[in-house]
């Protein structure tokens, strides 16, 4: 299909979906409405072109923001990667690579229900990321597949079985170096900072800083252009929800009804009119980090705020911020 048939077909999709998208007025609406809760940074990206940007509350667009919880989703990326160069398969059994589980229940876990948060291990305490070695010792609490657990446990294990999957291949063992080298260098995206635990392994549920410029376009790397890099089987399987959550794929947040959220105190909206219309998928963090994908649209929106540290305590100021208000402004819906 030529480029110019390709867009003109995008465009009938996005305007289908929403006759109003694409006009500044409801971006800058939904900026104004991001601002009033602590908003410092709404950016849209469509078909790989940033087509609006503001910097509100201090601001900038060299500005790099730590993402919180939306530093989880690089692990499915990082998942379909992997898989691309035969370092594993979603559905291996984790304790291929984790010899301390093969002698007890949790040698049926898999690296997709890991990723998924439904292994049945003890998820940990949000915001408080274990070292490697003592998150690989978490117990088994429920039957693998059967119950959605949000933490960070989890993801410090996909952690270590990746340092020991790249070690194996003679390679820098290092995860995050993996997905720079791999990924974000030949995109051009840049990392301000990715914290380490106290072990000096890169946190893998939280610690990721980006400029919302950086952050949109890794977002328009995996929507549009992913399935050319990463394995496009282990891509979209990041997007297939769980019977234990419909809201959830692996490490990514998919907007839609029956979206069980990560607390009481850290809810997710989730409209069924906006989930039938636009099929939003989200990398979500404290303080309301979001970076949505909106593929009918071909489009990516970033939205960073302040206040990370407050809302992981319960201490939110200001407004209350929803993920459908917010879109039905920026998409004109």
């Known amino acids: 299909m030529s480029i110019t048939r390709r867009t003109i077909l995008a465009a009938g999709a996005a305007a289908a979906a929403s006759p109003a998208f694409g006009q500044e007025s409801t971006f800058r609406a939904a900026a104004a409405y991001s601002a009033e809760r602590r908003g410092i940074s709404m950016l849209v990206m469509r078909a790989g072109e940033v087509v609006f940007e503001d910097y509100p509350n201090g601001g900038a667009a060299d500005r ?6 939306g530093t989880k989703s690089f692990c499915g990326v990082i998942a379909a990667l992997a898989v691309k160069d035969g370092l594993l398969a979603l559905d291996e059994a984790c304790a291929e690579t984790l010899h301390e589980w093969r ?7 898999t690296i997709r229900q890991l990723l998924s948060l439904t292994s049945g291990l003890a998820p940990g305490r949000i915001g408080m990321p274990p070292g490697y070695e003592e998150a690989v010792s978490t117990p088994l609490r429920d039957a693998p597949g059967a119950v959605f657990q949000y933490g960070p446990a989890p993801f410090q294990i996909f952690g270590e079985i990746m340092k020991r999957k790249l070690a194996a291949s003679r390679q820098n063992s290092d995860p995050t170096e993996y997905l720079r080298a791999r990924v974000l260098a030949p995109e051009y995206i840049s990392i301000g900072q990715w914290r380490r635990g106290r072990d000096g392994n890169p946190l893998l549920p939280q610690g990721a800083a980006l400029t919302a410029r950086n952050w949109a376009k890794f977002g328009d790397f995996v929507m549009r252009r992913g399935e050319r890099f990463l394995d496009a089987d282990a891509l979209a399987a990041n997007f297939v929800p769980t019977r234990a959550n419909p809201g959830y794929g692996l490490s990514w947040w998919l907007l839609r ?7 009481r105190s850290m ?10 219309r636009f099929d939003v998928r989200m990398a979500a963090g404290a303080g309301d980090q979001r970076l949505y994908l909106i593929p009918p649209l071909e489009t990516v929106i970033v939205r960073q705020a302040d206040g ?8 939110r100021r200001g407004p209350a911020y929803s993920d459908a208000a917010f879109l039905r402004l920026a998409l004109g819906a």
Do not use: K, V
């Not at 007890?104 to 876990?109: E, F, G, V």
């Not at 009804?257 to 607390?263: K, M, V």
């Open 267 to 276: 809810p997710i909206d989730a409209p069924a009119d906006l989930a039938r």
């Open 257 to 263: 009804p029956g979206l069980r959220g990560p607390t």
């Open 308 to 315: 990370i540290i407050e809302a992981m305590l319960g201490r």
């Open 64 to 69: 790099f923001h730590e993402l919180a919880s």
């Open 103 to 109: 002698g007890d229940a949790r040698r049926a876990i």
